[in-house]
DNA sequence: TTGTATGCGTTATCAT
DNA sequence: ATGATAACGCATACAA
């Protein structure tokens, strides 16, 4: 039974066990070059034998690194936040590194400064900053000025200097808004997301390009101003059921508003999907959950994000990034709450 | 405008300002006795002053102490993983602790090793352990061996030695199935939560508590064994749907689980909730946004977690706990799932 | 390719 | 009540 009574090994064991120096067994643990294979081997053998672990304080102290990196988010959405910490977790997990979690209130500008605070008083060497932190350029700032390298993920604005993930939100949305147009649809009313978050716009974009493309007019009545969540999404689509003519189908800019349109629709006596057929972006658990199910857009989140943490654990290793920037797809997953109209 | 550009200050730099010797300074950091409250003073104007902020790192080094604590969880629930975060950080933020995540498969137990070298590696002083982990006294033990001191957030047992926060589930289960009785329900159906969770056994008890209490029998072909999912709950619905004495409500062990026995009604064209009741637990985000809204029981998640992060901390810091253990009590969400039976 | 000396910013030990 | 000094475990120049 090994109980781990015994005082934790150190460096200087590891040295002494493997026969060379302390500086040889720090170049082994960071994979520095100039060391002959046998040495390596000893010093791997030695590390084994002792379960050595080093020590992140002293690394932290000695580097003045941390070792930490942060993920900043402002979503009210537990799905989007626990995929994205799956995918932090994930890089931090292989690359050594440990996360720390950041919500915070992207609305208050006053609090960016106890943000800062925060990160400051933890040492973070990185932050990841999610949607819709990262369309805030001050933010960025601030962390560009209290030396804390950043990556954004962000959808594809086009014009970003610095590190970030992207996702073609543009092209999911008219592939959805397409679908819904194939089985028939010409009034396809749009509930827009929050307007702060730069997404609403390019999934608005896609909404429009594929009716467009089909020769079919955007009729801005047909749009409403929804914030991305269940209560405005009912109320959205409460208004455009109650249009003279409204719509036979629904694009909102996210699940929980969509949610919110099958409730105004089931209220009302309507048949889904025959009557009114509608469709979300997210691919939240209750999209799956809900009669009918959601179709919907799922981006790869976790993969974003941790493709994200290791663009910044990168750069924190002064590691030449092979691409600043990657472009990640969406993909349409069908469910039952789309039909021609009837 | 305070470009942080000029070294961070140091605990000498703060001694000097006050005019006090280092250790001074440390006594003031650490909240030790035996300091005059005139140089406290002078102290803590010299540490606003500098804006210094304690290294983490070299906290860490010098007092072997990593002031960080680690939440293990394995739910695969996002909202109750990110309400229990919250709580986690609120404590942390409150206390000058840092927070890591640590999700894991509880079904693994070669990962069990796997989790503890993570433990080991990040140097955390304590773990907070989350259902269906604090069910599992291997993990404690191991815990424990390692030297890391814990805290269950963990239903009520009774007979639990270690620092624990509890919650009432029992009484809650009961208290809603009493609400379907009074509705004038009596063939009342339970979907039991996956049976390696110890909370499962605690609500059914409370279901058959209430009906005993009101004279009725306890019928076993009324309860069926789901796993907490929407998916099980669909299915052990349909069993009890099929049965020829079908019940008319059914109390669900998990909202996701009520969401699926939701659509199993409404797949069969069931008129909810006049031929079928449906009541949860867990107050997930579905549960206000299915159809209709589910009258389900909140545990207060974040409260919890808060409270047992404190006791942990407590624990460190070796203050004696006020209380070694304390019960929370759940709330029941009555919204429109449940009507008396037609 | 390998080793030596020094310092990182704090706590802990022992004084005074 | 306060202070001097030695760890803590590692990285980083700089040598060899």
């Known amino acids: 039974m090994p109980k781990s009574s015994e005082l934790k090994a150190t460096i200087y064991d590891v040295a002494e066990l493997a026969g060379v120096s302390l500086k040889t067994v720090s170049r082994v643990i960071n994979k520095e070059p100039n060391v002959r294979g046998s040495t390596r081997d000893k010093v791997h053998k030695a590390i084994e034998q002792l379960q050595y672990q080093p020590s992140p304080s002293a690394r932290g102290l000695a580097g003045s690194k941390s070792f930490l990196i942060a993920l900043l988010y402002s979503n009210p959405s537990s799905s989007y936040v626990t995929r994205a910490q799956q995918g932090a977790l994930e890089a931090c997990g292989a690359e050594g590194f440990g996360l720390l979690i ?7 500008p006053d609090r960016v400064g106890e943000l800062l605070h925060r990160l400051k008083e933890s040492r973070v060497d990185g932050a990841i900053l999610t949607p819709p932190l990262s369309d805030n350029p ?6 560009a000025d209290e030396n804390i390298a950043c990556v954004c993920v962000a959808p594809r604005t086009g014009e970003q200097g610095g590190l970030s993930v992207c996702c073609d939100d543009e092209r999911a949305a008219q592939q959805i808004t397409e679908h819904l147009l194939a089985q028939g649809h010409s009034r396809i ?8 978050h730069s997404v609403s716009q390019q999934r608005l974009r896609g909404y429009e390009r594929a009716l467009l493309a089909q020769g079919f007019e955007v009729d801005r009545s047909l749009i409403q101003q929804g914030r991305f969540d269940f209560v405005s999404g009912k109320q959205c689509a409460e208004e455009l059921l109650d249009l003279s003519q409204p719509p036979t189908a629904i ?11 099958l409730v105004a629709a089931h209220e009302r006596g309507l048949k889904l ?3 009114l057929s509608v469709v979300g972006f997210d691919d939240s658990p209750q999209a799956a959950q809900c009669w009918p199910a959601l179709s919907t857009v799922r981006q790869p989140i976790s993969e974003m994000v941790s493709s994200a943490a290791r663009l910044l654990i990168g750069e924190l ?9 990657s472009t990640f797809q969406c993909q349409l997953h069908l469910r039952d709450s789309v039909s021609p109209p009837e």
Chains 1, 2 share one sequence.
């Open 251 to 261: 694009f909102a800019s996210s699940d929980d508003m969509a949610c919110g349109a």
């Open 317 to 325: 290793r002064k590691q030449p990034p092979d691409d600043i920037q």
């Open 102 to 108: 950041q919500p915070c209130d992207y609305q208050s």
């Open 138 to 143: 001050q933010l960025q700032q601030r962390l």
């Open 189 to 196: 009313g749009h509930i827009l997301g929050h307007p702060d």
């Open 273 to 275: 999907p025959g009557q």
